[in-house]
């Protein structure tokens, strides 16, 4: 008996001793596609609020999804944190997020811009909208993003490139609400009224309006918040689309817990404490971007372009139809 | 070859077991680029026919003719370019000369995709150069655009001439003046005499510039994305990305990849068995003095292709990063610094060896598998980043969790001993820049006579004091240049550095990557800025050791 004795013991003080280090020092790891600038405030933050370390690292979705699929079981990610639902979606179908059950989150973050299953949540909304020349354009000419494939607007048009993301997405949400067919016609005018090759940036499209190499354009509002901040005096304006229809195309920056997480339920308080007042407050004083967390004001720039209506169709649908909206733009022309 | 011929027994056995050192030593190198190739490879384990059907059906043939246009257009600029200037520096005088034989190294430092940023953020429509002619001159479009084919083939040109410029400079510096003056003798014309004496003697260096910056071009991502234009490359990142198929893009990537092979075994078929050895040593004074306008003509050339290929994008670079305050520069700077040089360097030294290993075993045990096993071990540079990235990320995790088990079954801490340290990334580099270092490497080994080497051995030099005292001396200038090439494109190097560093460990590159993927290049401009000066180092340590005339 004595000799298996001393060892149990020891094994129950060094379980203790785990138990204790993980309650006093904790440590996170997060695979992040998000700038360091726009994302490190809230780390810091965490970690002066509970002593829990985070660590990260940055690359492309793409990269680190392939790397947590790589990795398996042996991944040292709790988290990943990315930009765009297609993103999301596209590492929940590659199976290594895993589902999350949290009546925080749920309370949290709106029914749109959530995983259904609770794989991934939406922290900050992204809303893509038409920013025009004052000069040579008045609101009560604008209406839709499918309005601008109108021949009205022939050479008058800048668009960025098909190959980002977010056009894909909003392409996406097209589809699931016009269908594919009806959605073609659109992206087919937008080519025909392109004033311009489309540009690689949004900074490059709302700067083409602002100088008058087009009047109209399709872009996320913080680069144009970004912009009007170190210029006030930009000859560019922005309009919330499709607010008597479907209303303006939103998207995400989320995070997901990973399937293989090795520290899973600190993992989701943190994931909470993101969706949370605090966080919330953070990241909308970032990067002009919208908090998820209804009752959360927004920053004072976003605040000035007024109310908006949202586009309310899931995002995971955006996901689900990326491919399909890539391949549609492929066949119109739009590079 | 005299050892084949050796007639005792005992002979053939030595050397049949110093062959054999050198077949395991080639395949040994060869084995680290083989393995991520052929988890590429694998992509066509799974099929995706409809992700074809739709390349097919839309963009294919547009991003063939794409690719091969630049291709073709770049290829041409960059030997004109790189090949003209060098002989001008190397073999001709004009005013400004001397300065212009170093400055013109320069344009090495700036990556290509920050060139590009810049000559369109400058040039576009709604760029300050532009906005000011129409502030001056009306409305209206008052230059082409840069977003053009012509625009992406000059930022191409002035990003990737160096390599040729630099290649082929050291060729004409050391093939001497008799060649030239034998020429001249028999009444050839100075230019006359560049074209069939200087250049047939210096065309395995240009070949192996010209190759390095077509790979360069093949490979490219960061360049042709900022223009959006769309080659094969960018069909390899849209089929993963947005049709989120990876086999179809991995299948894509080793088509690219068999083209090269291709593309290098015809030349490798046209040069043929015809091999130059220079007769001469460094030269002397003998120069071509180019008088009056053609001299000013000459300096005039050296200058367009600085002011645009460096100047002016640093002078743009300089005003953003001021323009942005230097709050950004904070102790982590010094930091990234200190991570980008130390891994160029010591990724430069590995790599050089290896090179200079595979190309001593080539000469010694012309095997076709150590031939093989070179062309095999050269390949990893025409690969987009990225895909190479992925295909060694499976492959190295693929060794860490090998070695976990062993260590779990010897009871020692293995986990991630590739993927947690440098050395993953030591790899990559030399996975993809073993190519860079390869081209000087063989173009000095080229140089070297055969006869010499020689009359070495029938001193009774052998083994390791044949490459002390022979090779080394002879090959150092080539080996400095290769160990430049890749310490710079190291420090430049993007997609193996995100994917594969170890935790909290940044480098310039990656602070660049993270501003430019929210469109900030503004914000970009400090570490681009700090990343040139980085890449300038070792090129004026260069431009320093090619200064002291070789004994």
């Known amino acids: 008996m004595h ?162 993301v977010y056009n894909q997405s909003l392409v996406a949400t097209m589809i699931a609400r016009l269908g594919a067919e009806k959605t073609e016609q659109v992206v087919k005018g937008w080519v025909a009224n392109l004033a311009t090759d489309p540009f690689s940036s949004d900074n490059q499209a709302i700067e083409a309006v602002a100088a008058g190499q087009c009047d109209v354009t399709i872009v996320n509002t913080y680069y144009f918040a970004n912009l009007k901040t170190k210029n006030p005096a930009l000859s560019a304006e922005l309009f919330w689309a499709n607010q008597g229809s479907s209303g303006v195309h939103v998207n995400v920056s989320g995070a997901g817990i990973t399937r ?13 404490w993101l969706s949370g007042d605090e966080a919330q407050t953070l990241f909308a004083n970032l990067n002009f971007e919208f908090p998820t967390k209804a009752g959360i004001a927004a920053a004072a720039l976003p605040l000035s372009w007024g109310p908006f209506k949202q586009d309310d169709v899931n995002l995971a649908e955006a996901g689900r139809l990326q491919a399909e909206a890539v391949k549609l733009m492929d066949r119109a022309g739009y590079r | 070859m005299n ?57 294919l043939a547009e991003l063939l003719l794409n690719t091969a246009f630049l291709l073709l257009s770049v290829g041409t600029a960059v030997t004109v370019l790189g090949a003209g200037l060098a002989w001008l520096s190397a073999a001709c005088e004009f005013p400004g000369r001397r300065h212009f034989d170093w400055l013109l190294m320069l344009p090495l430092a700036l990556p290509a995709y920050v060139l590009a940023f810049v000559a369109i953020d400058l040039l576009d429509f709604a760029g300050p150069v532009q906005s000011t002619l129409r502030a001056w001159f009306g409305p209206g479009r008052w230059l082409p655009p840069i977003r053009s084919r012509g625009g992406i083939v000059l930022v191409m040109s002035l990003a990737l001439y160096p390599y040729v410029y630099l290649l082929a400079r050291s060729a004409f510096l050391a093939q001497g003046a008799r060649a030239l003056e034998a020429a001249r003798s028999l009444g050839c014309g100075p230019w006359r005499a560049f074209l069939r004496a200087a250049v047939p003697v210096a065309r395995p260096a240009i070949i192996a510039g010209t190759t390095l910056a077509l790979m360069e071009t093949l490979a490219d991502f960061g360049t042709v994305a900022v223009f959006n234009f769309d080659t094969f490359t960018t069909a390899i990142y849209k089929t993963w ?51 009056g306008v053609r001299g000013w003509l ?88 990225s895909v190479l990235a992925v295909g060694l990320m499976i492959t190295l995790t693929w060794v860490d969790r090998r070695l976990g088990e062993l260590g779990d079954w010897l009871g020692l801490p293995l986990d991630a001993v590739l993927r947690g340290s440098v050395w993953a990334l030591l790899i990559a580099y030399g996975v993809r820049f073993t190519a860079a270092a390869w081209g000087p490497v063989d173009a000095a080994c080229e140089r070297v006579r055969p ?46 550095t995100l994917l594969l560093r170890p935790f909290g460990f940044d480098t310039l590159a990656i602070r660049i990557y993270e501003m430019t993927a929210e469109g900030d290049w503004a914000g970009a401009a400090l570490p681009a800025l700090t990343l040139v000066l980085a890449g300038l180092l070792p090129v004026i340590l260069l431009v320093c050791r090619s200064a002291a005339s070789p004994h």
């Open chain 2, 3 to 59: 050892a084949l011929a050796l007639p005792a027994p005992a002979g053939a056995d030595a050397a049949s077991s110093h062959g054999r050192r050198w077949t395991l030593l080639a395949v040994a190198l060869a084995v680290p680029v083989a393995l991520p190739l052929l988890v590429i490879a694998g992509g066509w384990l799974q099929h995706d026919p409809a992700t074809w059907a739709h390349l097919l059906d839309t963009v």
């Open chain 1, 3 to 164: 000799p298996f004795r001393t060892p149990s013991a020891l094994a129950a003080t060094l379980l203790a001793l785990g138990l204790l280090q993980t309650a006093t020092a904790a440590e996170l790891v997060v695979y992040s596609s998000r700038n360091e600038q726009l994302i490190k405030p809230a780390f810091d933050a965490y970690t002066a609020k509970t002593g829990t370390t985070i660590r990260f690292v940055s690359d492309k979705e793409g990269a680190l999804i392939e790397r947590l699929k790589a990795e398996g079981d042996k991944t040292p990610a709790d988290l990943l944190i990315t930009v765009d639902a297609g993103n999301l979606w596209q590492a929940t179908s590659e199976g290594v997020l895993a589902k999350i059950d949290s009546p925080a989150l749920t309370a949290n973050v709106p029914a749109h811009l959530r995983d259904p299953d609770g794989r991934w949540y939406g922290l900050t909304i992204r809303a893509r909208t038409i920013v025009y020349n004052p000069q040579t354009v008045k609101p009560a000419q604008l209406s839709s993003y499918e309005d601008l494939a109108d021949p009205k607007w022939k050479g008058k048009l800048c668009l960025r490139t098909s190959k980002k």
């Open chain 1, 260 to 272: 293989h997480a090795p520290h899973r339920a600190e993992a989701q308080r943190f994931l909470e």
């Open chain 2, 298 to 385: 000459a300096s005039g050339l050296c200058s367009g292709v600085l002011a645009l290929g460096f100047v002016l994008p640093l002078s743009r670079l300089l005003y953003w990063a001021l323009e942005r305050g230097l709050a950004d520069l904070d102790a982590r700077y010094l930091e990234r610094l200190l991570n980008t040089l130390g891994l160029g360097a010591l990724a430069a030294l590995l790599t050089v060896g290896a090179a200079l290993l595979l190309a001593l075993a080539v000469r010694r045990q012309p095997s076709l598998t150590v031939r093989l096993a070179v062309r095999l071990a050269t390949l990893g540079y025409a690969l987009p980043g």
């Open chain 2, 451 to 496: 006869s010499l080497i020689e009359a070495a051995r029938g001193l009774g030099v052998h083994g390791s004091g044949l490459l002390r005292r022979v090779y080394l001396p002879l090959l150092r200038p080539g080996l400095l240049a290769a160990a430049l090439l890749v310490l710079v494109d190291v420090v430049k190097e993007m997609p193996a």
């Open chain 2, 241 to 291: 990305f947005g049709l989120f198929s990876l086999p179809a893009a991995t299948q894509l990537a080793s088509l690219l990849l068999l083209s090269v092979v291709l593309a290098l075994g015809a030349e490798r078929a046209l040069r043929g068995r015809a091999r130059y050895a220079a007769a001469g040593r460094a030269q002397g004074g003998e120069r071509i003095v180019l008088r």
